[in-house]
């Protein structure tokens, strides 16, 4: 278990959060000591699965290099306990930022909606590990747009 966490759920919620800070603040030194070794993957949304620990934090790599601002918010977590494998869903409720404007002014903010699911293993040392990372994007109806311009009718979803 990590320090402070008095059950398996703790610990495991702890590791979870700790995955989600090291994306913020594009710290792979962390991110690295969270994945386990071997075995794991991921699914970013809108990519294919990327298998072995190098593709893994090669992607994280490539998306903390090329994100200038990101703040996760999670919602719904629901956190489950199997011996020594451990299974997380979440509602990510993303806020990200492009490069700064030319006049030095930030950039523009878009925020977005994932649910993932984050499989965690027992380590030797008894924490908690990585193993794997799904993220789907989550289909969001648009009501603000009028039919007659080219909007969206009941029942379209748009990403």
């Known amino acids: 278990m990590s320090p402070g966490a008095g059950t398996d759920v703790e610990a495991v919620e702890a590791a979870n959060t700790a995955l989600y ?3 913020e603040h594009a710290d792979l030194d962390a991110l690295q000591k969270l994945w386990m070794d071997d075995g794991v993957s991921v699914v970013h949304p809108g990519w294919p699965v990327l298998n072995g620990r190098d593709e893994v934090l090669r ?3 490539l998306i903390m290099a090329n ?3 990101v703040q996760f918010f999670l919602t719904d977590v629901e956190v489950s306990v199997h011996g020594d494998t451990a299974l997380v869903s979440c509602t990510e409720n993303i806020l990200s930022g492009g490069p700064a404007e030319d006049d030095g002014s930030a950039g523009p903010l878009v925020g977005g909606l994932v649910v993932a699911t984050n499989v ?3 380590a030797g040392d008894g924490g908690w590990k990585v193993w794997s990372h799904h993220g789907s994007p989550v289909l969001v109806e648009r009501e603000d747009e ?3 311009e080219g909007g969206l009718d009941d029942g379209d979803v748009q990403l």
């Open 59 to 61: 992607s994280y790599a």
């Open 146 to 148: 009028d039919d007659d």
């Open 120 to 122: 965690f293993r027992r």
């Open 21 to 23: 800070d090291a994306v």
């Open 67 to 69: 994100t200038d601002y």
